[in-house]
């Protein structure tokens, strides 16, 4: 029973670091509708951002996030901008196709620049608490309050925010959003601007709770999809949703099967979810 | 003073198939103006093409005497036309305050007065303020989207088959709520199936056919035109 609970535990916090970039790459699918699987390179880069503010600036890791966010959002919401634009009247498929690609040079350049090696953060060494049998790392209900703190942040902007309600509108519906003098190139660059933020957000995230190298992104990239479609793509709440279900789902699974099959969790979801329910949990509902 | 003026406008969407042949209209303030035909006509498409959703093969529109066929639906936006559509014309997934505080979108610092405005002129709408649009029904959607095209405050409203799909009593409610918006000045141009209840609000009427204007008059005149009427108005 403890073991079951325990598992709980994790999996709501992996999903919660998961939840980050899933949103990120849900509202870039929303309002320009192809799946960016550049966003690993964006997590990477992030958590390499992140890694120098805190290695070499000694920054704490709340300070960490606003870094993060900045430098993949910039770099990121610029380079995907101007690089795959041109591949947009193609089709969202030869969009795709191309984030790949994307996502290759990005990782490339990393480890041109940084070295292959393991990185781990600079953080004080803390025992984890342990309550009725439960054992959780200080970290990680820091990461888990940071997650949380980034969502309800991402809720605000969409809800009240002009750009945030922009996107919803394009999101929703693009021909009448330009009727209503929503510029969708702007709305387009703001989407990725947020995505590729909340990416570099995630990849802080997941490299506080482990370590990071220039593979960090491309090992969630499977998760942050599946997390994505069983929430229904271009959903945020959805990518939430299904970031939580999918981190419980992969920490249960390890109960029963050796960890070698974790990430077969992520492809058993996608399957049974296009299988079932194509549209995912939420669908539709964009926000 | 002539609001807006096309001349000649020919426009489709593709360039084999031209739906629009050479069809020119205006409108002038204060004016309600409607554009009867038969289906495939090009009634929706000649909005269309003064909304800058396509673009002119050949021909000219100005507005307020500015030539505005080279600007597109951002452009026109800005410069005081709204284009209310006939399907998809409101944010399904927000809610009908978001709905019109988005469309303000190009001067937010007046969107809460215009949309104070439109709850006291629709009082359906302050009631549903926090309903998603998609809960609507009909009518309720229609005036909605009416409501969205006029938080920009336009100078020339477009309005594409507003009674569409709307029961018997919506319908008169709507061509109510068009007469009274036109009685405070708001010249509007609109393309309506119910023809003969269109022409009876309208000062002018165009008659479209093959996407070209072949007859032109006073509403209720070309409602009372024999020919118009066996033709177009169903006898």
Redesign the interface.
Known sequence: MNAFIQALANGVMTGALLAVPAIGFSAIFAVLRYPSFAIAGWVTLGAFAGWIANTKLGLPSYALLPVAFLAAGLIGGVVEDRSLRLLRPAGALTVAIGSIGLNIIIENVIRFLAGNDLRGFNLPLLPDWRFAGIRIGPQQAENLVMAASIMVAVFLFLKFS?FG??M??V???P?????????PKRISFVALFLGCGLAGIGGVLIGLDTSIDPLTGYRVLLSVFAAAVLGGLGSIPGAVAGALALGIAEELALLVAPPTYRTGVGFVAILLMLTFRPRGLLG???? | MTILCVEGAVAGYNREEQILKGASIHVAAGEIVSIIGPNGAGKSTLLKAVAGLLTLGAGRILFEGQAIEGTDALGRAKAGIAFVPQERNVFGTMTVAENLSISAFLDPSRAAERSAALYARYPMLAGKKGALARTLSGGQRQILAMAMGLMTAPKLLLLDEPTAGLAPGAAADLMDAILALNAGGLPILMVEQHALEALEISHRGYVLVAGRDIATGEGRALAADPDIRRLFLGG
Do not use: M, V
Request: net charge positive; glycine share 10%; no cysteine.
């Open positions: 002009r309600r922009g919803r509108a999101a929703d519906n021909d009448l959003a330009r009727l209503k003098g929503i510029d539709e509902r964009a926000f």
